[in-house]
């Protein structure tokens, strides 16, 4: 009966020490892939130049009175004129977007003494996009001639990136490419595949274009305001993970 407990202990003794070691030998040696293989994390950028070809200006109407009512209907009366000047210049309703409403109470302040209402301030402005830059000087003209007195400012894009984004990358590419060949030369290595890649795009235009005030425009008669758009910077960032071999 002894010879029997002992030889099921012992039994029992190996099948506990042998399952923890098949379980190492079937579970994926974590450590040791790491360093199976050569791996060279880039990064690279293309870019290209380009002419814009559209162009988006903010601009609108302040007006005050003495009551909320009268500064509403001032400047939506104005606004309404604005807006029809936009569209007599060509500029497609769909392009046209209020991006600012406000009607704000105005008040003199006067040292030890509660503040004393005067009246109120009301601004509506729009977001105009201008996909004919021939228009754009126009356009401007023609909404301070029809009563806006704020112009905050004009940027610059493309109607359709697509070319010159397409030309970055090929260019990111092709230099990520030559980095990696770099690399792997100078460290006895080839380059055996790409394993990922990814990528980033940014744009880099000049700074917004000031526009002067109203004011200035309405005291004089004068031609369409010029318009300088510049080069517009499209730019493709990648980043890609390669593997090596010797």
Do not use: C, W
Not at 43 to 59: C, F, N, Q, R, S
Not at 145 to 161: E, I, K, M
Not at 210 to 230: C, H, L, N
């Amino acid at each position: 009966m002894k010879t029997l407990i002992r030889a099921a202990a012992l039994s029992a003794l190996l099948a506990s020490a042998a399952a923890p070691a098949a379980l190492a030998q079937a579970a994926p040696p974590a450590a040791e892939s790491m360093f199976q293989a050569t791996t060279l994390n880039l990064a690279a950028y293309g870019e290209t130049k380009v002419a814009p070809d559209m162009a988006t200006i903010t601009l609108g109407v302040m007006t005050e009175a003495a009551t909320a009512q009268d500064a509403m209907r001032l400047n939506a009366q104005r606004m309404t004129q604005v807006t029809a000047a936009l569209r007599k210049a060509g500029i497609a309703a769909k392009d046209i977007q209020t991006s600012n409403l406000n009607l704000n109470p105005q008040y003199a302040y006067e040292q030890n003494q509660p503040p004393k209402l005067t009246g109120y301030q009301a601004s509506n402005q729009v977001t105009v996009t201008v996909h004919d830059l021939a228009r754009l000087g126009a356009a401007v003209d023609a909404t301070v001639n029809a009563g806006a007195n704020q112009v905050n400012g004009v940027s610059f894009g493309l109607n359709d990136p697509t070319a010159a984004e397409n030309a970055a990358r090929e260019q990111a590419v092709r230099a990520l490419q030559a980095k990696a060949d770099l690399y792997a030369r100078a460290t006895g290595h080839r380059v055996q595949r790409l394993v990922t890649i990814s990528e980033g795009a940014t744009y880099s235009a000049p700074p917004p274009m000031p526009m002067a005030m109203a004011a200035s425009f309405a005291k004089r008669e004068m031609a369409d305001t010029p318009v300088s758009a510049g080069e517009l910077k499209v730019r493709i960032d990648v980043t890609g993970l390669y593997e090596l071999a010797r």
